[in-house]
């Protein structure tokens, strides 16, 4: 089951900036915070992934709680071509709490981006 | 560079029958992932390959589906005796080695499997 918890929609007008909560209370120490985005007709595309520290890149921003217990994706300057399902995914642990390579999705954050 | 390539993009099917779903990953990926999305649902994992073997394979429905990696490159994910219930779009992603858990998976645009 997904461990994250996100808002089903957004929305936001072009050129301002978006912010998208995930909330991940049950985190383990060691688990980093990844988002991908799925724009239609496409498969999921990596965005960026944190551990602690706040994170950028190209794409976005990544902002996480100092509790780690939720964070938020922001894009600085929403395009229309952002438009897209976003997903905030923690890998599944075993029963043992050891990390495993499955990223589990859930129904993430559809972001509709008004001209 | 060349993406991760799935074939067919679109495979329409009766019930009952067998299909196979071609992934070519990324060259030197060692590490292979299927997942299946359903209509306005999440990716649901399915299967991981590190190389020629499947390391996790526990998201595999029932027996009816199989998938293999015989050279540690190409994959197909193939499934019998296929039912309404199996339509959906199905993922292959791969990743680099060495890259560890949190190695960025690079997805294909998906095979859009039909049962009627």
């Known amino acids: 089951d997904a461990k994250t918890t996100q808002p089903n929609s957004m929305e936001s007008n072009e050129e301002e900036p978006v912010h998208l909560p995930c909330n991940h209370s049950t985190i383990s120490g060691t688990d980093y915070i990844h988002w991908y985005r799925q724009l239609p007709s496409q498969g999921p595309e990596y965005v960026i992934h944190g551990l602690t520290s706040n994170v950028n890149n190209r794409m976005a921003s990544l902002a996480i709680a100092e509790d780690r217990k939720s964070s938020t994706l922001i894009l600085h300057r929403a395009t229309l071509r952002d438009a897209a399902v976003y997903y905030c995914i923690l890998r599944d642990r075993t029963n043992y709490g050891g990390a495993t390579n499955k990223l589990i999705f859930g129904t993430g954050t559809l972001l509709a981006v008004q001209p | 560079g060349a993406g991760v390539s799935q074939t067919p993009s679109n495979k329409v099917t009766e019930k009952g029958k067998y299909v196979e779903l071609r992934c070519d990953p990324i060259?030197?990926?060692?590490?292979l992932y299927w997942y299946r999305q359903s209509l306005g649902q999440g990716p649901e994992f399915l299967i991981y390959f590190q190389g020629t073997g499947a390391a996790d394979d526990s998201g595999l429905p029932n027996d009816r589906f199989f998938a293999v990696r015989p050279e540690g490159s190409v994959s197909t994910l193939k499934i019998q005796r296929t039912e309404r219930g199996d339509s959906a779009v199905y993922l292959c992603?791969?990743?680099?080695?060495?890259?560890?858990?949190?190695?960025?998976?690079?997805f294909g645009n998906g095979t859009r499997l039909t049962v009627t």
């Open positions: 060259s030197g990926h060692t590490a």
């Open positions: 992603a791969s990743s680099p080695s060495g890259g560890g858990y949190n190695s960025p998976l690079h």
